[in-house]
């Protein structure tokens, strides 16, 4: 897995390759369970795709190898670029390069993001200190108001 850099107020910097690029997950968010629900979904989506697509371009041209590896290779390319935009949507713009660069294969988008799940273990624990801090920040809030 790639090194955290530091985790600050619930920001967590992960350098992601030798040249010190890096990408953010900020823990705090709300709607981050359901970002990494979501991205988990999508990556077994697209994979299902791709397998689906690779069965029916090995029926289209069963009595022609060179076809099928052709439009295979094809698809596969349409899927790693698919993921790519999966992960990039929420991991930010443009994370995908600074960790894979131009590599495109069959795998490695699954197997990153389940790296990811050590640094989003204490996700659970985050939640509950997300409800803390907002019921505290609108009951000052409400306080105000009245």
Do not use: W
Not at 52 to 67: G, M, P, S, V, W
Not at 124 to 135: H, N, P, S, T
């Amino acid at each position: 897995m790639d090194k955290v850099i530091y985790e600050k107020k619930g920001v967590k910097q992960i350098q992601v390759n030798e040249q010190g690029d890096y990408i953010e997950i900020d823990l705090m968010d709300i709607e981050l369970p359901f970002k990494v629900e979501n991205t988990r979904k999508e990556l077994i989506r697209q994979n299902n795709i791709f397998k689906n697509r690779c069965k029916a371009i090995e029926k289209q041209y069963k009595d022609n190898e060179e076809l099928i590896r052709v439009n295979q290779y094809k698809a596969e390319i349409d899927f790693c670029n698919k993921c790519r935009e999966v992960l990039d949507g929420f991991l930010g713009k443009g994370a995908c390069h600074k960790i894979f660069g131009d590599t495109n294969r069959y795998g490695m988008f699954d197997q990153y993001f389940e790296q990811l799940a050590d640094v989003l273990s204490g996700l659970e624990m985050d939640i509950k200190a997300i409800k803390e801090e907002l019921m505290a920040r609108y009951k000052k809030n409400t306080e105000v108001i009245k």
